[in-house]
């Protein structure tokens, strides 16, 4: 089924673009991350023009994290007041995002800038996710959790509020900031930033578990919303039948993950996402250390 | 809007050059279309003008000014280093011809009429000497050579019974919107001895271009629309299932 794509100015397999989307979707589904750090760099090995793959890829995020915030929401899942200070960090970190893609732009190495961020971050989280996995299943690792407790550089920002439902009595600079972090690397990666997101809110705000993943979603919706308006504004690379074609499927993928995640063993599930989290990470890295896909890129003047 | 004429000599023959479509409508569904330039070549009498003459067409897309960078490793990692521009970088570029080029005319006639991918006019801007200038050339022709947009063809001109000559183009779906020119020409003995021009215009239609505008135009509503769709079609899908 061919589709053509009016702002990607090309013709694409629509059936591929719904696989896609439904393959984001079950991750999104199982693991409560958008799946943009897989739709990105997936639409640019197809063939989108990079700045048109991020810009839809949020928005696609947008609508596979509806569902989750709604889910959650109902049944107290998620902690409003942080969430909106995250949400204003994220629309803060977007703004900057914006500037600094023009900034590496005007400086002719955005994408290598990109792929650099995808090889740390994905590197990073996906080394530590199936380090924690084998552990699990091995049974070796330190199966007590952590006492909660949250960074001590938290602790010593000035002007505290109580944030009942994380059970957290801290300053809201902690979570602005965490918020201003996740903008940035969602305007620049095309990513929800739930794979950093999570973590940051259990290990340095040390929220409760049972908020984290709905206030993650919570700000995920909001933030890929203000950066497709960014990107609409800024770039004007967001397709709109991209987007559809990759809702189609990713909404769809994200309630069949989400019965598969009722099932399936957690340790598992981590260990897959880890896998396919570190396949993405290691084919960024082939492209910046090994042999990039091109040699030469072309920008217009 | 056609026309053609002889350039020199009144014993020329005269080109009368036709495309298939002036019109390539890009809409939902598109993946490119082929495009058949033809047309017959006569003596100002009218007849047919004679043996010895090869046709050579050249298709070209609008131009766009471009920075070429070039990847080069430091400590290790691929970085972007050196750059050059190009001033008119033609979006889309095929030639085709009756015969290898070569056989037909020399080099510095070739260069003049660009007959070939290598000899593009891209117009480089800064000074940056001649050798480090080709291979950015060659870059840039093997980039676009690659997503279909750059090619030549020198068999791909058929001329048959002396007068009538006809050539295969294809367009791929990934085309830049604009005017295009196609542009005939006849060869006899190394020296082109008649050249007309037809333009081909392609634009997006329908929704395609209802989209791209609103993109453009009114980037605000676009963006609003875009967010829309996506709460809208999450929401609808969760309702959905929860109802199964």
């Known amino acids: 089924m061919d589709v053509y794509l009016p702002i990607a100015n090309l013709s694409v397999n629509g059936l591929w673009i719904v696989a896609l989307g439904a393959l984001t979707g079950i991750l999104s589904g199982l693991f409560g991350v958008g799946g943009g750090f897989l739709t990105t760099p997936l639409l640019i090995f197809y063939g989108i023009p990079p700045t048109v793959a991020a810009a839809s890829a949020s928005t696609q995020v947008t609508g596979a994290s509806v569902t989750g915030v709604l889910a959650h929401g109902g049944r107290g899942g998620v902690d409003y007041r942080m969430g909106i200070v995250m949400v204003a960090g994220g629309i803060i970190g977007s703004g900057f995002g914006a500037l600094l893609f023009r900034f590496f732009r005007s400086i002719g190495q955005i994408d290598v800038v990109i792929s650099a961020l995808y090889v740390i971050l994905l590197g990073t989280i996906g080394t530590l996710m199936a380090r924690e996995a084998v552990q699990t299943i091995r049974g070796t690792g330190n199966t007590q959790a952590a006492r909660r407790r949250h960074h001590p550089l938290v602790a010593s920002l000035p002007m505290r509020w109580r944030f009942y439902r994380s059970g957290l009595y801290i300053s809201p600079l902690a979570p602005l900031v965490v918020g201003i972090a996740v903008g940035v690397l969602t305007m620049l990666m095309g990513v929800g930033g739930g794979f950093i997101l999570v973590p940051a809110m259990l290990y340095i705000l040390g929220m409760s578990a049972n908020v984290v993943v709905g206030t993650s979603l919570y700000n995920i919706l909001f933030v890929t919303m203000a950066t497709t308006i960014m990107h609409s504004l800024t770039t004007k690379a967001v397709d709109i039948v991209l987007v559809f074609l990759l809702l189609l499927g990713s909404v769809t993928g994200a309630q069949i993950g989400s019965q598969i995640a009722v099932k399936a063993k957690p340790e598992i599930l981590r260990l897959i996402l880890a896998a396919t989290v570190l396949l993405v990470a290691f084919r960024m890295f082939l492209g910046l250390f090994y042999k990039p896909d091109e040699i030469y890129t072309l920008y217009p003047l | ?244």
């Open chain 2, 1 to 244: 809007m056609l026309f053609a004429f002889a350039l020199m000599g009144q014993r020329d023959p005269i080109l009368v050059p036709e495309v298939s479509q002036h019109e390539v409508q890009v809409r939902q569904g598109f993946t490119g279309t082929e495009l058949l330039l033809f047309g017959a070549v006569l003596d100002p009498a009218g007849r047919a003008a004679g043996s010895g003459y090869d046709i050579v067409v050249v298709l070209k897309g609008p131009s766009e000014p471009v920075r070429l960078r070039e990847k080069e490793r430091f400590v290790g990692v691929w970085i972007n280093a050196a750059s050059s521009d190009f001033r008119s970088v033609p979006s889309f570029f095929a030639v085709a011809s009756s015969r290898p080029i070569a056989e037909i005319v020399d080099e510095k006639t070739a260069a003049i009429y660009e007959f070939g991918t290598d000899y593009i006019q891209l117009s480089p801007s800064g000074a940056i000497d001649p050798e480090e200038q080709a291979r950015f050339k060659t870059g840039l022709v093997d980039l676009k050579t690659r997503q279909q947009l750059y090619k030549q063809d020198f068999s791909g001109v058929q001329i048959s019974e002396q007068v009538l000559y006809q050539s295969r183009i294809s367009l791929p779906s990934n085309v830049s919107t604009g005017a295009y020119t196609a542009e005939t020409f006849a060869v006899r003995d190394g020296r082109v001895i008649a050249s007309a021009l037809a333009e081909v215009e392609v634009k997006k239609v329908g929704f395609e271009r209802i989209v791209a505008d609103y993109s453009q135009e009114w980037a605000l509503v676009y963006g609003l629309l875009a967010v829309a769709l996506a709460v809208g079609m999450g929401w609808a899908a969760g309702r959905l299932f929860a109802l199964m």
